[in-house]
Each structure stands twice: as C-alpha cells, then as structure tokens.
C-alpha cells in the first residue's frame, strides 16, 4: 500500500511524526516539499519513501533501515548521520551531505558541494558528479567515490576511510596520499558501482586515498600541519 | 640543602613576579620536550569569582525564614519551553557533561547513581552514551558534540534532553582532545577511531554553521525525536550576551553557559588559561540577553564554571541562573585528589591536590583512567554515595542562604541580595561594592 503525503496540506510533523509510528510498513510519497527542512528524518523502518521535489536541510537525517528517493535537490546535510538503509538524491546535493554516517548508502547522482563526507564513521557515499572543497574532513570510516572531480583539501585529516576518485582532485588535505590500487579495492569499489547504479564505470580508472596516518600522534614536527 | 622561603628572605632571594618558578618550570619543559603542556582541570589563575560577592543577610528591612521550620523550595523544571517531557529536578545542582573515555566505566557509573539519588541530572560527553551510564541515571542529557563520537537516533530517543554543545569553558573555540593512553579498544570501538592513537575532536559541527543553521538542526533533533525532549544549547562564556541571544533565537529550551573556571580532560595550558571569561563575568550577560528577550525564566540558565559549594550555587541563582552545573566538583568528590592517593600521585610527579594530568590516563583514584587495574579502584557504589552526599550539602548550604534572605525558594534569590568585595567583582557581577550604593559601569552609580 502506498500512502500519500502533500507537504503543502500535511504539516512536517504530521509526516514525521506518521513516519515513526511502531510497526511501520509500505510505501510513502511525500509531493510538492517545496525546500522543507528535516523531511523523512529519524525513519527506523524497512520501508521505501519517496519525495518528488526539492528539499532543505537535513532531509532522511538519521535515517535507519528506510529506502530513501529524493527525486529533485537535497540542501545542506542529507543524511548526516545515517546509520543503514539507502538514501538516494537524483539530483545535486548542497554542503555536508552523509555527514557523520555510520552506515547504510548515500548515493548523490548530480554533484555534491563543500564538506562531502565529513566525519563519516562507516557510511558509503557514491557521487555521480563532483564534489566541492573539504570533502571527507576527518573521514572516520566507510567509503566515499566520486565519479568527477574532488575540490580542495580532500581528506583532511583523514582516518581510515578510503577515498575512491576517478577524476582530478584540486589538492589533498593533510595527511591524505594517494593509495595503491589493489585487487581487493578494485572488487571493493565495484561492488560500490554496481550498488548505486553505476555498475558501467571501470574501477580501474579511479585513483584512491586515504590516511598516511603521519598525524595519529601529536609531534613537534608536525605543527604546519595542526 | 634547600632553603626555605624564610631563607630566601633573609638572603635577600626575591622572586620575580614576571619569572616566577611556575613560569620558568613551564619554558623548561617546553625547551626540554617542544611541546605545549596539555593537562586536565580548568583555570588555576586567581579570578574574580564567587568568593568576591557576599550576601546581605536579612535584618531589619527584609524578614528571613526560620532554619529548621520554614520550607525553601530546592525543585527547578528544565526546558519547558518546547519540549513535551521537560526536566524535572528537585535540585538546582546538576552534573555537567563528562565522557566514556575521558573518566572511566565505573566512575560515569557512579556520577549516574549520585545524581539520581539526589533527584538531578547527569550529561554524557564526547563519546557516546554508555549503557552503564542510561542504566544508573534517571534524568540523563545527552550531548551532541560536533565530533559526533557515537551518536545515534537510538540513545537520542533514549535521552532525557538533548545539549547541543558549541564550547566549553575551559577552551571555547577548541575541540576535544583524548590522548592515545586513553584510546582504549572499547574507547575506540565507540568512537569509530583505531585504537592507541591521540584523538582530536572537531571543534566545529560538521552540518551547519552560524546561528541560523542552528535553528534548522534544533528542529531537526527535535523532528527525529517527536518534540518530546529539552534541547539546551551550551556555551563556553566568551560574548556570552549575544550567544544567549542567538541561542534563544534558534529555539534552545535550555542555555547552559560555561566559564574559564570550567573543567576538561585534557587541553593546552595555555588555551585553559588564556581564552574565555570568568564565570561571574558570563552570567550578568547571559540573564541580560534573556531578560531582553522576555525570556528570563521561561528559556532556563544553567550556569558552570567553579561551582564548590552551597554559597556558590546560591550566587549563581542569585545572578539569574535556574540551576547550575558541577564537574570538577563532582570528581573530587568521587575521590580525585584524594590525600590517601599521596604517594601515587608522588610517583607521577604530581601531589594530591595539584593533580590534572588527566589526560595521561595514570589517575591514582581511578577516575580519569582507561586502565583496567586504576579503574578497578574505584567502586561506582561509594562514588555514587559520596557525590550524592556532596549535592545534598550544596543544596543544603544553598538553602541555609536562602532562608537567611527570606526566601521561600531558591529560584527567589535575585542580585538585590548580594553585595561585592572587590571593584573588579562588582563590575562583572553588576552588584554594588559592599557599603556603597556604586556599581562600576553602570552611568547611575556613584554616591552611598
């Protein structure tokens, strides 16, 4: 079954608050959000939810076990601090999107802005296009690929995660190298492809990056780089 | 042989004040290792602080309660401004947020049981929330920092409020620090970190910033949590009027504002020292912006930052706080720097009484420690018991001053009832100079 929401006739809390009733199941569309803020957050369900339009902050913020579709442009922080499930953006995505994630997949088919990734602790974001400055800034944990380009200081700071970019990046951020290219990345990467649709692209063609881990230890040494 | 300072004067050693020993011990180390000093604790300069402000008793003019007859009320409501299920205390004394990782297991544990007993509030850290922790607290406000160590929709829904924190006192501006002693496996685990390594914490939100993004994330963890939960926001004191303003803008329930004074596990000397305000210069600014907004007692100020004992809580309440928050307070009454520690503290060139190289992880009393053998020395029970004693006395204390100004209930205590010792006090408290009507800065004062 599949239930309708009209985010012009239904308030937001109406919705949200409709989205954590216990025992959730189905089918969701939430029409015409016009750019609201914190839609479809906090969901801790199995369940597929779609919104056609445009959204503001912090849309499927949270988000736990739900399938995710935001058929238009998400604002600042799409599924900052995912846990599971799926979140997918057909269009472009502002500032922070799968900030702090622990876990399940962000898929931004357009290109993501600043900050792409940051503090992502186990989430795995997929990037049609490219990705703006400071993208996965202390990067915890998980996968970030980027089918285009990077910006400025690309893993700044990173820990383990692993940065996989098939074209140029404008400069890395502290402590992130470029990373040999083994089988085991190469399977890795595919596997992260095929999963958010792009299951065409050769992961022979994109480099990866992660941590020189040179920063794990405070040292004199090291100030520039604090 | 080494002269004692009676021999020093009678050789005619003087001291600088500029060079002081501590100030020449400090360039020694830091020519000897390059590397600036890190340690626990908060400010250790003298302040003007509570300690300059008395009260004025009542007497004629004013009519005061009986000790041990008449009833002052102890109770607060925290964040009713919003949320469906605001705090309620029936003390004004809180426990100020301390995380897994900087204090041990067994002493979150016991910071859970104290607070409960006494009917207050504990605060998780930047770490996480233990189970430990949820199961021992009864009222338990979970931060969310911006390094987001371990947080999740899970324990948020589990929380009794939400403290969204921008600073603290004792580093406004920085974030927070865990050296790899204390990075141990299940540290680590919670935090998403490799083990051993020395962490540091983002000292910005990662998914907004300024005041107005603000407001969309409060009402984000308020969606994800169906409106049900108090949100604080917390401050470290530094342009505390116009943080309290944008704070309340963005829909906080609850400002908790955090001085110089104020408590950490592990930060540079010189950033503890050298940044941030005294906690009695924060709380006339921030009752300031709230009054000006109209929202004086409706959104509730909690105020920390060198709260010791009952006189200082009623000060603070007396300024305009509805309640306020211990930290190092609490953990020396668990038992930090306790004197039957003396030789331990010896051994690691420290002495009870001037330990905080907390972030070592060597706590003696098995407090601010990861090692499984240090943490073993402390038992969760009697920490429990002591700090619940030692709230007990605070509120006990505070009402004693309170029934002594007559009033009826602690939140009644206002500035009118205090005076200050010192120029500097009264300046930053906004009370008269004690016997003069004169509070400097203020265009009406002068005369007596």
Known sequence: MTTRFDLTRTSLREVNQALHADGLDGEFVIERPFGAHSVAVGVNAPVKITVNGHVGYYAAGMNQRAEITIDGNAGTGVAENMMSGTVVVKGNASQSAGATGHGGLLVIEGDAAARCGISMKGIDIVVGGDIGHNSAFMAQAGRLVVRGDAGDGLGDSIYEARLYVRGSVASLGADCVAKEMRAEHLEELGGLLKSAGFEHDDPAAYTRYGSARQLYHFHARNTSAY | MTFSDDDRA?????????????TIAAIQRAAETGVYDIRGWGAKRPLPHFDDLLFLGASMSRYPLEGYREKCGTDVVLGDRFAKYPLRLQTPVTVAGMSFGALSGPAKEALGRGASEVGTS??????????????????????YLPSRYGMNPDDLRKADAIEVVLGQGAKPGGGGMLLGQKISERVAGMRTLPQGIDQRSASRHPDWTGPDDLTIKIAELREITDWEKPVYVKVGATRTYYDVKLACHAGADVVV???????TAATQEVFIEHVGIPTLAAIPQAVQALQELGLHRKVQLVVSGGIRNGADVAKAMALGADAVAIGTAALIALGDNDPKYAADYEKLGSAAGFYDDFQDGKDPAGISTQDPELAARFDPVEGGRRLANFIRVLTMEAQTIARACGKAHLRHLEPEDLVAVSIEAAAMARVPLAGT????????????
Do not use: C
């Open chain 2, 10 to 22: 009678r050789l005619g050693l003087r001291e600088s004040a500029t060079f002081d020993r501590t």
């Open chain 2, 122 to 143: 504990t605060t998780t850290g930047d770490g996480g929330m233990t189970p430990e922790e949820r199961g021992q607290s009864k009222h338990l406000v979970y931060q």
């Open chain 2, 257 to 263: 504002v955090d001085g110089m004074q104020g408590g």
């Open chain 2, 437 to 448: 009507s004169w509070i400097p800065g203020r265009h009406n004062g002068g005369g007596f």
